[in-house]
């Protein structure tokens, strides 16, 4: 079986370690422990992570993130994958730093790399995995904060975070998605 896994960010150094990355960090934590290294690819770095009977292919868009739309759907029609073996990683204002919750579908809420991708598939019904990152900041000052490096308290955890980010990809490839939600969205 194969599997779509999609981290949204930003591609280059200047937005590598920001906030709106956690996606590309937590795919290039996967690639490592899975001895992988991402390549360029036509819309996106790719590799292929083999666990378990299963394939994972990972892609992180090289699009920038208002257009992660063309990319997913690019790889979905290339590798022949299914919306439902889909996951995409994105960060979430609207949950407390390093909170982790897997969905079946939702809305955009206002991120505009899902904005994109509901757009190019015409559905909101796609199995997504939230990370978040807080909301510390002013009126006004959403996309400084987004695009902002993590903080030296955030740091201390980010690691632990991303290593619970990466069992929730294997956990969806293997178990699925429903025991996945239950066996990881409350911690």
């Given at each position: 079986m194969k599997y779509l896994i999609v981290g949204l960010g930003n591609p280059g150094d200047k937005y590598y370690n920001t906030r709106h990355n956690i996606g590309f960090l937590t795919l290039d934590a996967?690639?490592?422990?899975?001895?992988?290294?991402?390549?360029?690819?036509?819309?996106?770095?790719?590799?292929?992570?083999?666990?378990?009977?299963?394939?994972?292919?990972?892609?992180?868009?090289?699009?920038?993130?208002?257009?992660?739309?063309?990319?997913?759907?690019?790889?979905?029609?290339?590798?022949?994958?299914?919306?439902?073996?889909?996951?995409?990683?994105?960060?979430?204002?609207?949950?407390p730093f390093g909170k982790l919750r897997t969905k079946p579908k939702g809305s955009d809420g206002g991120h505009n790399g899902l904005k994109d991708i509901q757009a190019v598939l015409n559905s909101s019904k796609y199995p997504r995995l939230r990370f978040g990152i807080g909301d510390d900041f002013f009126k006004g000052q959403q996309v400084d904060y987004v695009l902002g490096e993590w903080t030296e308290e955030q740091q201390k955890t980010l690691e632990a975070r991303i290593a619970i980010a990466k069992d929730i990809i294997l956990s969806f490839a293997t178990i699925g998605l429903s025991r996945t939600m239950n066996s990881f969205n409350n911690k």
């Open positions: 996967l690639a490592k422990a899975s001895n992988v290294v991402f390549e360029p690819n036509k819309l996106a770095d790719t590799c292929e992570v083999k666990y378990k009977g299963r394939k994972l292919i990972l892609i992180k868009p090289t699009t920038f993130m208002n257009l992660s739309g063309k990319a997913v759907n690019y790889y979905l029609q290339k590798e022949k994958i299914k919306v439902e073996n889909l996951l995409v990683i994105t960060d979430d204002l609207s949950l």
